[in-house]
């Protein structure tokens, strides 16, 4: 197994959140910028594996009309369409019934992939799919592109048309560390920490469910691409001890950094771990309901003649309602 210490996870894909904020503004600058120039922020992913934006034909009243062209999403638009999609991410796992490390190692490869793009030029639907076949793929749990499409009912095409711009955006660095073995050795130890006996190991094994769900919370926030998965597991079983009370966790805390990180100072872990659970606290679960009006956007910055197809429904609409006003 190799060691995360040494790992591409470590060396290329922590940031701080100063750079995650300046990744997602360039991104979106980007798409703008597209979408002024082309008329569409949509990326076509040619056969050599080259990118070129799609060219919409803006005709003369859309240049004299800035309100009949589309509108670029903002940052925090974009934001919370990641958002309902990385959730989308876990409902089709739990659907296929994979191991949580596939859906971790999925929500990884679609956060890191949309460091590199916004929401703009490729849909994350698309993505979200392309990202759990190639999670499956990389933790030797094989799944054809047309089961996981026909399971939920999209086309498999999609998700093999963008497979290697998926892979080519992550660097193919494909072996990513998720939380979920740290937390199984930190529950080892804590067992042994402890000298649990047989009632107390009951109580370890709740904990360690309760933990393995907070897990789960926290790898739908930016945490994953902040933090290394063994303080992501702390937090977790940090958390889930302030439920049930077995170990005294500020002392575990103290043997843990005496015996592994004996330069890391007891106050600078506690204030990790809690930054952990503040992005938690704020972690958004969208709607359906709560994105429709983004993702309408979206569509008009992606395919720009749906726009125009929605404006000619709606002034045939409103033409009628004026017919049958005209009748009254």
């Known amino acids: ?33 597209a979408l002024e120039k082309y008329g569409s922020t949509r990326v076509e992913v040619n056969i050599d594996g080259s990118f070129a934006y799609a060219e919409h034909a803006i ?15 903002k940052v925090e638009e974009e934001q919370l369409l990641r958002a309902f999609y990385e959730f989308k991410i876990q409902d089709v796992c739990d659907a296929f ?73 992550l ?6 560390y998720a939380p979920y073995r740290a937390l199984c050795g930190f529950l080892s130890d804590v067992e042994e920490f402890s000298g649990a006996k047989d009632e107390q190991l009951g109580m370890l094994e709740n904990i360690h469910e309760s933990a393995k769900a907070e897990v789960d919370k926290i790898m739908r926030t930016d945490a994953s691409l902040l933090f290394p998965p063994g303080q992501l597991a702390l937090a977790a079983l940090w958390r889930s001890n302030e439920a049930h009370q077995i170990i005294d966790f500020d002392r575990y805390l103290r043997s843990v950094l005496s015996r592994q990180h004996p330069t890391l100072n007891n106050s600078d872990l506690a204030v990790a771990l809690q930054a952990v659970y503040s992005l938690v606290n704020k972690l958004e679960t ?40 005209d009748m009254s």
């Open 1 to 33: 197994m190799a060691d995360f210490m040494t790992s591409t996870h470590r060396a290329k894909w922590i940031f701080t959140p100063h750079d995650l904020k300046e990744k997602y503004k360039a991104a979106n600058h980007r798409a703008k910028q």
């Open 59 to 73: 005709d003369a009243r859309e240049n004299g009309d800035n309100h009949s062209r589309p509108k670029a999403l």
């Open 97 to 169: 019934k994979f191991p949580r490390k596939i859906q971790a190692t999925a929500l990884i490869y679609f956060k890191r992939f949309y460091l590199q793009w916004s929401v703009m030029e490729h849909h994350p639907k698309h993505i979200m799919l392309t990202c759990i076949y190639a999670a499956c793929k990389a933790e030797e749990n094989h799944v054809s592109a047309e089961e996981l499409g026909k399971g939920i009912e999209q086309d498999h095409q999609v998700i093999l048309n963008n497979e290697m711009l998926v892979l080519q955006s």
């Open 171 to 176: 660097g193919f660095d494909l072996i990513v």
């Open 286 to 325: 969208p709607t359906s309901k709560d994105v429709k009006h983004i993702d309408r956007k979206l569509k008009s910055c992606l395919d720009p003649g749906s726009h125009d197809k929605s404006k000619k429904r709606k002034h045939r609409s409103k033409e009628s309602s004026n017919d049958i006003l």
